[in-house]
Nanobody, 124 residues
């Protein structure tokens, strides 16, 4: 069983930084790709970043390239999303999700397990 719990987020000023954590309280992440997604009010959920656990390959949406970094800590069964140079348009509920497939990292439909989400609000 994969049970994902997000933490971090909150209110951040534009230009600031924040780090989100995604911890699996169930089985280890070792066979799963893990991604971060976000959904702003009135908008569809979109992919942000993802990491293929076995090969270490990464995906980033164009809108966050150079500002966000996804990483993992195998020993802690946790995936992180470091967010720098935050903009008001980054405001959204951020979700982490796990996929048993190692390709198509940015494709929401490939993700089976989802966390409850954590709010990130960037003030201007």
């Amino acid at each position: 069983q994969v049970q994902l719990v997000e933490s971090g987020g909150g209110l951040v000023q534009a230009g600031g930084s924040s780090r989100l954590s995604c911890t699996n309280s169930g089985r280890t992440f070792s066979s799963y790709a893990v991604g971060w997604f976000r959904q702003a009010p009135g908008k569809e959920r979109e992919s942000v970043a993802a990491i293929s656990w076995s090969r270490g390959s990464k995906y980033y949406a164009d809108s966050v390239k150079g500002r966000f970094t996804i990483s993992r800590n195998n020993a802690k069964n946790t995936v992180y999303l470091q967010m720098n140079s935050l903009k008001p348009e980054d405001t959204a509920v951020y979700y982490c999700a796990a996929s048993g497939q190692q390709s198509g990292l940015g494709d929401l439909s490939r993700y089976t397990y989802w966390g409850q989400g954590t709010q990130v609000t960037v003030s201007s």
